[in-house]
């Protein structure tokens, strides 16, 4: 019934397009800062848009994958990072499957939950559904039932999504994409007023906030109510119908893969310090390599993708002037895997509920925000995934699991804090320069990233459009084989 989304040298200075020789080429390059899901869905983007007739440069300071990291432990594949994937996040699945990965469906598989508030297991899920709808039933009244409707109408409207971008329609900012379906005042809101207003005030529904609600949450965004109500739709998805995926192998084999059938040229180890706008209008990059990249030197690009979110970069921005931009707050979370088994004298308890899932309650002051078992060891052991919001000390390691094993750990800029009302930066900074983390704070997602990714590809698709036949500026052999396909420009 509940899933968990389990939802991130500098050796020599270069000037990427220093030099005084434009691309004799009439191909336009776009550069894209940031190797991750936005990355590397919008290369593809763009590549469906404008074919061969575009060259794409794909600068990564870490990973390929960004926030969508594996490890790897014998033959097991554990997410560390982004996990879970919805049936209905349209792009993530249409590109799995063109990229030919295999899906593994989530959930389902016996890892019955339980709400622990800090002192004891207030909720147990059953194996038997209807029982555990008798329990549900017994401690927070209708509450789901009316909660439900929620993310279901969420769902509803962003769909609509596609539609539009199947249309060919891009927006500058998120707030009128978001307008667009209808999903802006969600963002405005906090939700815990939202969850009221639902399921009202009432002993039952306080708990159902508090412990059921928080506690997805927590699991989610490693945040409790007062996040964005949109934010909270978004966490509450996988508890309404379960139809969720992940895919084969690592969720970061999608990024790698796509990339390549962009033919983007990917350029690693490499971080983009500066953005600069030249007086033709085109962008050079200077950025920081451990490995002196001279393919890219003497590039000018006619668009450029920050597909990184702004904040965690000390990316600088010379040659125009940069709008008014909002500081957004990320989230930290450390994902600990480990191997050992769960003490029930840690909890209070003579016998752990069966499922040893443990989510906690908004106010449960544990130094984790959820456990999840992953693997069943020969040994009597399990394997569990931890989130939480510092670094685990050994002692709370020792105090929680027996026989333990700290497999791996890794701390992440994970998400944004939301914060409503939430402000947004726009997509397009100005004609020729793009932010696909701009509406990250409205929702974090895979799939969201993606959608921002479509947008922002048919924004520098229209701005080449633009540019091309506005001037004969480099681009001009470009011209003839877009006109046909999108014709609002
Ligand atoms: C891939 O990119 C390279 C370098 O930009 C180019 O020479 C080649 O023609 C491209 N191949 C395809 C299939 O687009
Ligand atoms: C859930 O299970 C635990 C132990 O397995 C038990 O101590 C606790 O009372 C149960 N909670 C409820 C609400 O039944
Ligand atoms: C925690 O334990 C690991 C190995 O089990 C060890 O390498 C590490 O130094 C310990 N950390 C602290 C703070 O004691
Ligand atoms: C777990 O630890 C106990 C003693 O601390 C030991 O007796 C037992 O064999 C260990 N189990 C495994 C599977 O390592």
Not at 232 to 255: A, H, Q, Y
């Amino acid at each position: 019934m509940l899933y968990c989304r389990f939802a991130f040298n500098l050796l020599l200075i270069g000037v990427i397009g220093h030099a005084e020789t434009l691309q004799r080429s009439s191909k336009p390059s776009v550069g894209i800062i940031g190797a991750g899901v936005g990355g590397s869905t919008a290369a593809w983007f763009l590549k469906e848009e404008l074919g061969s007739d575009v060259h794409i440069d794909i600068f990564e300071q870490g990973e390929v994958g960004g926030r969508t990291q594996v490890f790897q432990h014998s033959d097991q594949v554990f997410e560390m990072g982004a996990s879970i994937i919805h049936e209905e996040n349209r792009y993530f699945r249409e590109l799995a499957d063109k990229m030919g990965l295999a899906r593994t469906r989530l959930g389902g598989d016996g890892n019955e939950v339980s709400i622990f508030d800090g002192k004891r297991f207030v909720f147990n899920e059953s194996s038997w559904t209807v029982v555990t709808l008798y329990r549900m039933l017994r401690r927070y009244g209708l509450s789901y039932f009316y909660m439900r409707q929620g993310p279901q109408t969420m769902l509803q409207r962003f769909l609509k999504l596609y539609a539009l971008q199947a249309e060919g329609k891009a927006f500058g900012t998120p707030e009128d994409l978001l307008q667009a379906v209808d999903l802006y005042k969600l963002t405005q809101r906090n939700f815990r007023n939202e969850i009221q207003d639902r399921i009202g005030r009432s002993a039952a529904a306080d708990l159902f906030a508090k412990e059921f609600v928080a506690g997805i949450n927590r699991i989610q965004y490693n945040q409790g109510n007062d996040i964005n109500a949109l934010a909270g739709m978004v966490s509450l998805l996988p508890t309404i119908d379960g139809r969720l995926f992940k895919i084969k192998g690592g969720n970061r084999l999608l990024p790698e893969r796509l990339i390549r059938a962009a033919n983007a040229s990917l350029h690693q180890d490499v971080t983009v310090t500066r953005v600069h706008r030249t007086q033709e209008g085109l962008f050079t990059l200077q950025y920081r390599s451990s490995s002196a990249d001279e393919l890219v030197k003497g590039r000018r690009y006619a668009a450029v993708l920050v597909a990184t979110p702004l904040e965690l970069t000390r990316l600088e921005f010379t040659g125009f002037k940069v709008p008014h931009m909002p500081v957004r707050k990320y989230q930290t979370t450390v994902t600990t895997l480990i191997e050992g088994r769960l003490r029930p004298d840690y909890f209070g308890v003579e016998a752990l509920p069966r499922g040893e899932y443990v989510m906690v309650s908004e106010d449960a002051q544990t130094p984790f925000s959820v456990i999840g078992p992953q693997k069943d060891l020969p040994n009597g052991l399990r394997i569990y995934k931890l989130f939480s919001k510092q670094p685990l000390a050994n002692a709370t390691v020792a105090a929680i699991f027996a026989n333990s094993t700290v497999l791996s750990s890794r701390e992440w800029k994970a998400y944004p804090h939301f914060s409503p009302p939430e402000r947004f930066p726009p997509f397009q900074l100005v004609p020729g320069i793009y932010l696909n983390n701009a509406w990250e704070n409205a929702a974090s997602a895979m799939e969201m990233s993606a959608v921002a990714a479509k947008n922002c590809a048919l924004l520098i698709a229209q701005h080449l459009r633009r540019v091309a036949s506005s001037s004969n500026g480099g681009l001009d052999a470009a011209d003839s084989s877009m006109d046909g396909a999108k014709s609002e420009l």
